[in-house]
Each structure stands twice: as structure tokens, then as C-alpha cells.
């Protein structure tokens, strides 16, 4: 009996999980969709001039942290 309330609780939790995941991803994606590229490429324009590099991409990510260091790194090529 104690396994079956195991399982059940296990399972529960489970789903509990994969709403959450699921609701984190949506949000995720509904920030990037917010989120300006020429306002980001802006702000990196403005940090390349003070700092170099490295200094500049984690500011960028400080400031947008929905941006991955991938997406950051594109957005330095493109200065």
C-alpha cells in the first residue's frame, strides 16, 4: 500500500514538473519576443567602446539575461 502512495505522489510531482518546465520555456520565449535586438546591439556598441570584449558580452548579459552567450557573441560580430 505504501508503495502505491509512492507512486502516486511521484507521479504527481512529475506532472507538477513538466507544467512548470513548460510554463518557464513559454515564458522564455514570450521575453525573447519582447526583448529589441537593435536595442541590445546598441547597448553592446556602447559597452564596446568603454570595455573590451569579455567585459562587454557580460554586461550585454547582465543587462538581458533572456540572451544566451551564443546569441551575445553574434551580436559582437555584427559591430
Not at 502505491?4 to 504527481?12: D, H, P, R, S
Not at 567585459?55 to 550585454?60: F, G, N, V
Amino acid at each position: 500500500m505504501s508503495a502505491l502512495v509512492i507512486w502516486v505522489m511521484g507521479a504527481v510531482l512529475l506532472l507538477i514538473n513538466i507544467m512548470l518546465r513548460t510554463r518557464i520555456l513559454r515564458l522564455e520565449a514570450r521575453l525573447k519576443e519582447l526583448s529589441n535586438p537593435k536595442e541590445q546591439l546598441a547597448f553592446l556598441r556602447q559597452q564596446a567602446s568603454k570595455k573590451e570584449k569579455i567585459a562587454a558580452i557580460k554586461a550585454l548579459r547582465k543587462q538581458y539575461p533572456e540572451i544566451s552567450l551564443i546569441e551575445a557573441n553574434r551580436l559582437w560580430q555584427q559591430i
